[in-house]
Every structure is written in C-alpha cells, then in structure tokens.
C-alpha cells in the first residue's frame, strides 16, 4: 500500500490527540502534524477546512474527518483501503479523552509528568 498524505490538526497535550498519533505510530504512519494550541492560525485553518471547531481533524488524501478518535481514524482507513488491520495494540488508549489526573497535572504545569497510558 501507498503512504497516504496525512494532515492532522491536534492539541498538544489531550487524551483524543493522543489517540490519534498513537494509531500513526502503530502503523508507522507519517504525518504532518499542526498543533492548533501552540499556533492559532492552524486552528483557524482546521475550522475552515472542517467546518466546525471541535478537535482532533485529520485530513487523508484530501478528506477532511473532523472530530475523530483513534479508533475512529483507524476504521476509517482500514474502511477506505489504506491500512490492513494489525491486532498490535496501541501504546496510548485510542478512545478517550484526558483523565481528571492528566487535566490537573496540564493546569499546574506539570506537563512532563503527563502519561496517556492508564
């Protein structure tokens, strides 16, 4: 299979961005990634594109998918033929948001101690 063009617009610290990267690291997918926290001018590229503001969008081939989990980017694309399914597992959850714990720790800036994996 071809390596597909993959654009993903993501938050630097959040469970849902987390999710994503962990299904491109699972399949050893590259990317480019456009963090819409550190730069707001690709948060406002993602809500033109998408159409709507929630995050993480990931665009595949000129697709826009907007407001999409892990399990959900890995369906699409095993769904449209880009991926064959492995039943390796993922090294983050793929289907959640940050934990209560993870939102503390990113509010008293204890962003380095932040694990995604619980």
């Known amino acids: 299979m071809s390596q597909p ?4 617009y993501l938050k ?3 469970g849902w961005s987390e ?4 299904i491109f690291r699972k399949y050893d997918l590259a990317f480019e990634e456009k963090d819409i926290i550190k730069n707001p ?13 929630l995050s993480p969008c990931v665009e595949i081939n000129g697709t826009m998918i907007p407001d999409i989990s892990g399990e959900e980017v890995e369906k699409w694309m095993i769904d449209n033929g ?5 039943d390796a597992a993922p090294d983050a959850p793929i289907d959640r948001a940050c934990s209560d714990a993870q ?6 800036g204890q962003v380095g101690k932040i694990s995604f994996i619980s």
Not at 5 to 8: F, G, L, N, V
Not at 41 to 53: D, L, T, V
Not at 82 to 86: H, K, N
Not at 103 to 108: D, I, V
Request: hydrophobic fraction near 45%.
């Open 5 to 8: 063009k993959i654009t993903a």
């Open 12 to 14: 630097t610290y959040c």
């Open 19 to 22: 999710g994503v990267r962990a």
């Open 41 to 53: 001018a690709f948060r406002w590229e993602m809500e033109q594109k998408s159409g709507q503001p």
């Open 82 to 86: 880009l991926l064959t399914a492995s």
């Open 103 to 108: 939102h503390a720790a990113m509010a008293a």
